[in-house]
């Protein structure tokens, strides 16, 4: 699925730049290349915002995690130690 949404959006961003492309001579032009270079810097922002949210989340929700398994374990020594 990543795969397909990369494809999708590379030719998103190529028909945004209007593209031209010849093939005699063979020649590539960009129409707007600076609209699509803003673009690109854009995504690649969000993906950073995204990924570092996303890490952050993970940690915490390992931390709690941690916690809470800490907690039973206590729990389960104290039962054990009344019952002797």
């Known amino acids: 699925m990543k795969i397909l949404t990369a494809i999708i ?3 998103f961003l ?5 593209v031209k492309i010849t093939f005699n001579p063979f ?3 960009f129409g707007n ?3 699509v270079v ?3 810097l854009i995504c690649i922002g969000v993906s950073v ?3 570092s949210s996303e890490r952050k989340a993970y ?3 390992l931390d709690n995690y941690r916690e809470m398994v800490f907690e039973v ?3 389960m020594k104290k039962e054990k130690n009344k019952t002797e």
């Open 9 to 11: 959006s590379i030719i």
């Open 14 to 18: 190529l028909w945004l730049a209007e």
């Open 27 to 29: 020649s590539v032009t």
């Open 33 to 35: 290349a600076g609209y």
């Open 38 to 40: 803003g673009m690109i």
């Open 49 to 51: 915002i995204s990924i």
């Open 59 to 61: 940690k915490r929700g």
């Open 73 to 75: 374990l206590d729990e």
